[in-house]
């Protein structure tokens, strides 16, 4: 069973600061990796996608991959009230038939102004 | 660039009812489409992934006889609750792929079912 997990939330940060959102997944044949924001009652918009090992930065968001570890994180820095939102990990394999894609759980982030 | 619809945005049917949610692609070619359910405080849960002109696969434990998938162009993908009852009232949301599955997704605003 294929499976993505992420730091159980909720994650509160003060204005300003570095958020730090985690998630590990279980297979090592997984070859992309998502994160997607969803504001409630809204879908899920992308923010980052990385497909191979070491930072990749995109304005306030740095996404990390670690193959090895099997980890894949987001930083967000100078944190905004407007950043508040659940986020999700996605992470996607190739599958014998077809293609596979399986999101987290999500973590919940609120920044506090 | 992107853009995903989804209509109706929102649809309360009775019991025993059928619902069809569209699914469009406003400004790109969809090679695959993919259907997802959520509850209340609960992450996505993909039901089924569907190409244009082929069968929709499915996850497991989804009914194929309930929820039918008609991926009809490269632009419009139709999934339709058959015989709904109440505890098939979630959010369902579409995403598109230019590729498969391991590229970038683009989500439909979804669609908030109620079955009464």
């Known amino acids: 069973q294929k499976e993505v997990e992420q730091n159980s939330g909720p994650l509160s940060v003060p204005e300003g600061a570095i958020a730090s959102l985690n998630c590990t997944y279980s297979?090592?044949?997984?070859?992309?990796f998502f994160w997607y924001r969803q504001y409630s009652g809204k879908s899920p918009e992308l923010i980052m996608s990385?497909?191979?090992?070491g930072d990749k930065e995109d304005g306030r968001f740095t996404a990390q991959l670690n193959k090895a570890s099997q980890y894949v994180s987001l930083l967000i820095r100078d944190s905004q009230p407007s950043d508040s939102a659940t986020y999700l990990c996605?992470?996607?394999?190739?599958?014998?038939?077809?293609?596979?894609?399986?999101f987290g759980p999500g973590t919940s982030l609120s920044v506090i102004p | 660039g992107a853009v995903v619809s989804q209509h109706p945005s929102r649809v309360i049917c009775k019991s025993g009812t059928s619902v069809k949610i569209e699914c469009r692609s406003l400004?790109?070619?969809?090679?695959?489409m993919f259907w997802y359910r959520q509850f209340p405080k609960q992450s996505l849960m993909l039901m089924a992934t569907?190409?244009?002109?082929?069968?929709?696969?499915?996850e497991q434990g989804v009914e194929k006889d309930k929820f039918l998938i008609n991926h009809a162009s490269l632009t419009l993908s139709t999934l339709t609750v058959t015989s709904a009852h109440p505890e098939d009232s979630s959010f369902y949301i579409c995403?598109?792929?230019?590729?498969?599955?391991?590229?970038?997704?683009?989500f439909g605003p979804g669609t908030r079912l109620t079955v009464t």
């Open positions: 990385i497909y191979s090992n």
């Open positions: 297979d090592r044949g997984s070859q992309s």
């Open positions: 996605a992470v996607n394999w190739p599958g014998t038939s077809y293609d596979k894609v399986i």
């Open positions: 569907s190409n244009e002109g082929s069968k929709a696969t499915y």
């Open positions: 995403s598109a792929s230019v590729g498969t599955a391991l590229d970038e997704q683009y």
């Open positions: 400004d790109f070619q969809a090679t695959t």
